[in-house]
């Protein structure tokens, strides 16, 4: 690749997965400069909050760790310095690190530009380059070109020589159906129910959406208990959304 200004590659942990609402705690930049040349930035960050235990061990980053660190207003203006003048890359960086990174700096009443900054992200190019159909997971797995793709009989055999093969593959994976329906139905750990509705946070349940997304909800039922009715009346949610709030409406609330 030709590089006619620097490239920063960038990284971004923090204290959960919201752009928008969670905090940085570590920031690391590599400029990749036209002459072949690199320079780094790396720098743990005090985001004035708890990082909660989930999200601990995901990144490893402890409260402890972070507990001396500058907050990211001490060093806001180092980082847009380093940035000066760069295009940015990364991996899922659209979705996640810009915008992220851009709030942070909004809380200290400066900006990052990307308007007139090329940005290259690696995870669009995996998506758009690497196939996640059958079709592809037939040549993977089987080693053998689908015929007949999108023809009910043709899918159906497919499907069966890959599941086949995935169990060869992955010796590691339950052999019996019962194991294999746990495998392919459990639920991520991060989430308190099956639609992502509310996630974990220190081993208590929060709301994940909305205008409360991160509000504890024993919290909400406390503060704002017609929220919580809502949720429990108004006929859109999951039941097991609907079976915790009505539950935490009666003081029981879910445990990690």
């Known amino acids: ?3 006619t200004r620097p490239l920063i590659f960038i990284d971004l942990e923090a204290t959960g997965s919201d752009p928008t609402r969670d905090r940085l705690v570590e920031i690391g930049l590599i400029k990749a400069l036209p002459d072949g040349s690199r320079a780094e930035y790396v720098q743990r960050v005090n985001p004035g909050v708890r990082i909660p235990a989930e999200v601990i061990a995901v990144h490893h980053i402890t409260n402890e760790d972070i507990a001396q660190a500058p907050s990211f207003k001490d ?5 847009l310095a380093f940035l000066e003048g760069c295009d940015l890359a ?5 979705r996640y690190d810009i915008p992220l990174l851009k709030e942070e700096l909004k809380r200290c009443g400066l900006t990052l530009e990307t308007e007139h900054r090329a ?4 995870l669009t190019i995996y998506h758009q380059r690497e196939r996640r159909d059958l079709t592809a997971a037939y040549e993977f797995y089987c080693k053998k070109t689908l015929m007949g793709a999108h023809g009910a009989q043709a899918d159906a055999l497919a499907s069966m020589e890959v599941l086949f093969a995935q169990l060869k593959r992955y010796p590691d994976l339950p052999q019996t159906l019962e194991g ?4 392919c139905n459990r639920q991520d750990e991060r989430f308190v129910d099956s639609g992502r509705k509310m996630i974990w946070r220190d081993g208590e349940a929060a709301i994940n959406f909305g205008k409360h997304k991160g509000v504890l909800l024993k919290d909400l039922v406390r503060k704002q208990r017609d929220y919580v009715e809502w949720i429990v009346s108004d006929g859109k949610f999951q039941q097991d959304v609907v079976d915790i709030c009505w539950r935490a409406l009666r003081g029981e609330f879910p445990k990690k």
């Open 90 to 94: 990364g991996f899922g960086i659209s």
């Open 75 to 79: 060093i806001a203006p180092q980082v």
């Open 1 to 3: 690749m030709n590089l």
């Open 180 to 183: 294999l329906h746990e495998y």
């Open 119 to 122: 940005v290259i992200d690696g």
